[in-house]
Nanobody, 124 residues
Framework: EVQLVESGGGLVQAGGSLRLSCAAS????????IGWFRQAPGKEREGVSC????????HYGDFRKGRFTISIDNTKNTVYLHMNSLKPEDTAVYYC?????????????????WGKGTLVTVSS
């Protein structure tokens, strides 16, 4: 069974940092793109970043510039989202998703596999 499980969310003060993890089981990262998305209360889901098994990454949205980075550990079948200088507006449920093929220049909201999300709350 294919599963993506996010972890690492929680409550953090503005200016703090969190590292989210996306652990995959039931498939190998080889030939897959893994993306991070987020959905804030009352807002539409938006793409954050995407990374392939080769480590090539694409980032979406100006909101993350200089603050969020994505990395992959193929030995652990895990993708990470490193978030620094967090702001209250970063409060959202963060999801990871997987799709065979490379990351695309545009956000792919129709990735095949999705996790259930992890909640990040940033207090002011």
């Amino acid at each position: 069974e294919v599963q993506l499980v996010e972890s690492g969310g929680g409550l953090v003060q503005a200016g703090g940092s969190l590292r989210l993890s996306c652990a995959a089981s039931g498939f190998s990262f080889d030939d897959y793109a893994i993306g991070w998305f987020r959905q804030a209360p009352g807002k539409e889901r938006e793409g954050v970043s995407c990374i392939s098994s080769s480590g090539e990454s694409i980032h979406y949205g100006d909101f993350r510039k200089g603050r969020f980075t994505i990395s992959i550990d193929n030995t652990k079948n895990t993708v990470y989202l490193h978030m620094n200088s967090l702001k209250p507006e970063d409060t959202a449920v963060y999801y990871c998703a997987g799709e065979i093929g490379p990351c695309t220049d545009h956000v792919d909201y129709n990735m095949e596999y999705w996790g259930k999300g992890t909640l990040v709350t940033v207090s002011s």
